[in-house]
């Protein structure tokens, strides 16, 4: 069992940053790959970014050149660092961890959010 607890959400400026982190309990960490999606008012969650139990990433094509997806196994974190941040990430941000897909289904253990809001 892994829990998961994000944190860094909050109200940012188009143009501005925010680091999100997610940390995971359990001993098991290092062996799941671990993603963020998101999830905007009436629509569907979406995938963000990624890692791989290895440190490689893979990201939506949305996001690839402004944030970026890291883990600290040592610490049990993953991040996500969000740069040049647009009205329309504004979403509920989930961590998640599983097997590395672009589908949520693929992900056995999830966070309970953190609020991300871009003004313009």
């Known amino acids: 069992q892994v829990q998961l607890v994000e944190s860094g959400g909050g109200l940012v400026q188009a143009g501005g940053s925010l680091r999100l982190s997610c940390a995971a309990s359990g001993r098991t960490f290092s062996s799941y790959a671990m993603a963020w999606f998101r999830q905007a008012p009436g629509k569907e969650r979406e995938f963000v970014a990624g890692t791989r139990t290895d440190g490689s990433t893979y990201y939506a094509g949305s996001v690839k050149g402004r944030f970026t997806i890291s883990r600290d196994n040592a610490k049990n974190t993953v991040y996500l660092q969000m740069n040049s941040l647009k009205p329309e990430d504004t979403a509920v941000y989930y961590c998640?961890?599983?097997?590395?897909?672009?589908?949520?289904?693929?992900?056995?253990?999830w966070g309970q959010g953190t609020q991300v809001t871009v003004s313009s």
């Open positions: 998640a961890a599983g097997r590395p897909s672009y589908y949520p289904h693929e992900y056995d253990y």
